[in-house]
């Protein structure tokens, strides 16, 4: 279906990821929260998959497609992971900690 | 011309994120640009058409290293210690590494050349005996999983072997600093 469309929608579109991108970034710099900062990681990481697909078509070849699912779910677990630390302090062993602090 | 304009802007990324990492004082900042430039790297492999490469980096460097340097600042302190020393002999070290570095890729072929080694060895064997022996698209896949099966898996055991080995370590430093509370209580 999005093999059909013409070449330029694929390079409006990536033109426009890679000004969202930077705006992702200039946050990712300047902060001032961490909280700024996880959210701009999680969102550049979405970034890198609608990058990966929009590639793909632009060159002919859609194929990565599968991948960049992936990378979807990488950035998932990554974003969980990070929020976990940040609650709790501690990658594993959340739940022994409780008991231990009660 | 797309191709050239997308790289340019990838590493111009990569660099400002890269001296952003050294700007920074706050470790927790820091991981969060690492995994960024790790995202970013993967997608310079993309447009290098090493899709399996950019996977693997943007697995370790934006999941697994994230995860492993977070865990790390919970078990030290989350800002970075002033250096007492100046950068002068690091920067100069640096530089020479990449000067060879750099000095190195000028014997190597050029991006997709057809009459690079690497071209012209086992590779139209690979290219020509997947279809029928093993049907996937990915000759890379292919590869790593069928022809170099028990290689693959060797690096596999290798990798899960390091993975429990840290996970011990880490659980073992734990258990001891519970331990010690206790003792001080």
Redesign the interface.
């Known amino acids: 279906m999005f093999e059909s469309m013409p070449h330029y929608v694929f ?1 409006t579109a ?1 033109i426009c990821l ?1 000004i969202a ?2 705006l992702v ?1 200039i946050r ?2 300047n ?1 001032p929260t ?1 909280y700024d ?2 959210l ?2 999680n969102s ?2 979405t970034h ?1 998959v609608l ?2 697909g929009v ?1 793909g078509f ?1 060159t002919g070849r859609p ?2 497609l599968d ?1 960049a699912l ?2 979807a779910l ?2 998932f ?2 974003t969980i ?2 929020l976990k ?1 940040f609650r709790y ?5 959340v739940l022994e900690k409780r008991e ?1 602090d009660k | 011309m797309i191709d050239t304009v997308t790289n340019i802007i990838l590493l111009t990324m990569l660099v400002l994120t890269a001296l952003a990492i050294v700007r920074m004082e706050r470790l927790f900042a820091v991981v969060m640009l690492s995994g960024v430039f790790s995202l970013l790297s993967a997608l310079l492999f993309v447009t290098l058409d090493a899709v399996d490469v950019a996977f693997t980096e943007a697995a370790v460097g934006a999941g697994i290293s994230t995860v492993l340097l977070l865990g790390t600042i919970a078990l030290t302190k989350p800002v970075e210690r002033r250096a007492r020393h100046t950068a002068f002999i690091p920067f100069i070290v640096v530089l020479v590494t990449g000067a060879a570095l750099v000095y190195g890729t000028l014997d190597m072929p050029a991006f997709g050349d057809p009459n690079a080694p690497a071209q012209i060895h086992v590779g139209p064997e690979y290219l020509a005996r997947t279809p029928d022996d093993i049907d996937v698209p990915n000759v890379v896949t292919a590869i790593l999983g069928s022809y170099r099966g028990y290689d693959t898996l060797g690096e596999t055991a290798v990798v899960f072997t390091a993975g429990i080995g840290v996970l011990l370590l880490l659980s073992g430093l734990r258990r001891r600093r519970e331990d010690e509370e206790e003792d001080q209580a």
Do not use: E, H, K, P
């Not at chain 1, 302090?89 to 062993?93: L, Y």
């Open positions: 390079l990536l890679f991108m930077i970034l990712l710099y902060g961490l900062r996880v701009s990681t550049f990481g890198t990058f990966i590639l632009l194929d990565f991948i992936l990378y990488i950035n677990v990554g992971a990070i630390f302090r501690a990658i594993g062993d231990a």
